[in-house]
């Protein structure tokens, strides 16, 4: 997995969210023209946001990519904590393998 390339060979990008409260809270990462605020636990990777300033450019794929790839290789399952776009949740659970957990949804890999 070293070796890994996205879909469009986008790097990862993290920096410590400015509004952080403590060094466990969430950080910001983008990949292309997606961004947004994840955090790790002992049993999942965390998306609580994710934006594309650029729709229909692939890199939504990147981000799952990145994120899936990590999930595999660190055996945590990569978990969607809040949603203000419901047709966004219902892809995910439709096509991307997720499924519906507490506010968000999960898909597991571990």
């Known amino acids: 997995m070293k070796d890994f390339k996205s879909t469009h060979s986008l790097p990862f990008e993290v920096a ?3 509004l952080a409260l403590d060094k466990n809270d969430y950080k910001v990462f983008r990949i292309g023209t997606c961004g947004g605020l994840w955090k790790a636990n002992p049993t999942n990777y965390e998306i609580l ?6 729709k ?3 890199h939504l794929q990147d981000v799952f990519d990145w994120f899936e790839n990590s ?3 660190d055996k945590k399952n990569l978990y969607i904590s809040e949603f203000f776009n419901l047709r966004f949740k219902e ?3 439709r096509e991307r393998g997720f499924k519906e957990f507490e506010n968000g949804v999960i898909k597991y890999f571990n």
């Open 91 to 93: 892809y995910l659970i």
């Open 16 to 18: 410590n969210w400015p």
């Open 56 to 58: 229909h450019n692939g």
């Open 49 to 54: 946001a994710v934006d594309n300033k650029k």
């Open 71 to 73: 999930c595999k290789r």
